[in-house]
């Protein structure tokens, strides 16, 4: 049950969106939220695995209406992602264990026109 609990907290996503809209000649800001967690598990006679993941982004803007109709932009994206994965094998006469660490950092930006 509590590992199921985990699989299910694992696959939400929380994502939180802000946005102002406002007449012309006006700035506003927004941006985006992210994270995402998750583990992978893989079951056999002799091998198994298991993945834990981690991945958050967050993603800032700021634009301006040029008209009341239309606004232009810019963001800005930074991510990092983090992974652990756990290999097992079972040889004839003993066990042998690895462990891999992943480690992400993304960024990036944009412009936008927004009508």
Not at 1 to 28: D, E, P, R
Not at 104 to 111: A, I, Q, V
């Amino acid at each position: 049950m509590k590992k199921t609990y985990f699989i299910i907290v694992g696959i939400i996503i929380i994502h939180v969106s802000l946005f102002a809209q406002q007449n012309s000649n006006t700035w506003y800001i927004g941006g985006q939220a992210n994270f995402y967690g998750n583990t992978n598990d893989i079951l056999d006679t002799l091998y198994s695995s298991t993945t834990q993941s981690q991945t958050s982004m967050i993603i800032p803007n700021v634009g301006y209406y040029i008209t009341e109709n239309l606004s232009v932009g810019i963001n800005v994206k930074y991510g990092i992602a983090h992974a652990v994965q756990t290999q097992n094998y079972t040889l004839t006469n003993s066990n042998k264990t690895n462990t891999y660490t992943y480690h992400t950092t993304s960024y990036g930006g944009g412009l936008f026109i927004r009508k």
